[in-house]
């Protein structure tokens, strides 16, 4: 069953992450799409916050959080530079076994200072 979670979970952050980079040529989508992002945000957060997710899941994860950040940018900053936004990156960064997902938080956590 964790198995199935985990790859469930998977895919749908690789289908937010092909909506959310599918969305950047396009101002008007982005618009449509940014009533959606705190549920998109806030799903990131719950998975993160389980244990029994696998690295790629938190990759994926956390990957979505910076495709957040390049494709709205300022329209959403006051919801990715919260302490809880900024804790998943670092622990991440700190805590992953994967040095990919490494490399994933440490770009995420770039994008999210430089807004």
Known sequence: MIDYQNQLRESIFESYT????????DENA????????VNV????LFVCNQH????????KAVGVLGDVCIAL???VKNLLVQEVVTKV???????SDD?????????VQKQIASL
């Open 18 to 25: 092909g909506i959310i980079q599918g969305l950047r040529a």
């Open 30 to 37: 982005i618009q449509q799409f940014l009533p959606y992002v």
């Open 41 to 44: 945000v806030k799903f990131v």
């Open 52 to 59: 029994n997710r696998s690295d790629a899941v938190t990759c």
């Open 73 to 75: 940018g300022d329209k």
């Open 89 to 95: 990156v670092e622990d991440c960064i700190n805590n």
């Open 99 to 107: 040095r990919s997902t490494q490399n994933i938080a440490e770009w």
